[in-house]
């Protein structure tokens, strides 16, 4: 008896992996790394994040200066390859490579 339910349980969670697959291409959409529709969401979400850093007067100067030059990287990106997914991936891991001021910065001490 107990070996009916073990065996029905580890073929249940086998089988679970191509079920959800199935149920993805019911839906008509392919689910990877790169797609578009999934990007756009986490790069819009990432955006408005790095705006609410940015204009909190709560945030050092040097975290809300981080944050522009993110979203001012992460939108050059986006307008030279109109990738969400390239825009997304600099909004992420963008360093800048120093927190001197520059033409067009915010003003904010």
Request: aromatic share 10%.
């Given at each position: 008896m107990?070996y009916l339910?073990?065996?029905?349980i580890?073929?249940?969670i086998?089988?679970?992996?191509?079920?959800?697959?199935?149920?993805?291409?019911?839906l008509?959409e392919?689910v990877t790394?790169?797609n578009?529709s999934?990007?756009?969401?986490?790069?819009?979400?990432?955006?408005?994040?790095?705006?609410r850093i940015?204009?909190?007067?709560?945030?050092?100067?040097?975290?809300?200066r981080i944050?522009?030059r993110?979203?001012?990287?992460?939108?050059?990106?986006?307008?030279?390859?109109a990738s969400?997914?390239?825009a997304?991936?600099?909004?992420i891991?963008f360093?800048p490579?120093?927190?001197d001021?520059?033409?067009g910065?915010?003003q904010f001490?």
């Amino acid at each position: 008896m107990r070996y009916l339910l073990v065996k029905s349980i580890v073929f249940g969670i086998a089988l679970l992996p191509g079920m959800a697959s199935a149920a993805k291409n019911e839906l008509g959409e392919v689910v990877t790394e790169r797609n578009e529709s999934i990007c756009k969401q986490k790069f819009t979400q990432e955006l408005f994040t790095q705006q609410r850093i940015f204009s909190s007067t709560r945030n050092g100067p040097d975290k809300r200066r981080i944050a522009e030059r993110k979203i001012a990287a992460s939108r050059e990106k986006y307008s030279l390859t109109a990738s969400y997914c390239d825009a997304y991936d600099v909004i992420i891991t963008f360093e800048p490579e120093t927190l001197d001021r520059r033409p067009g910065d915010a003003q904010f001490d």
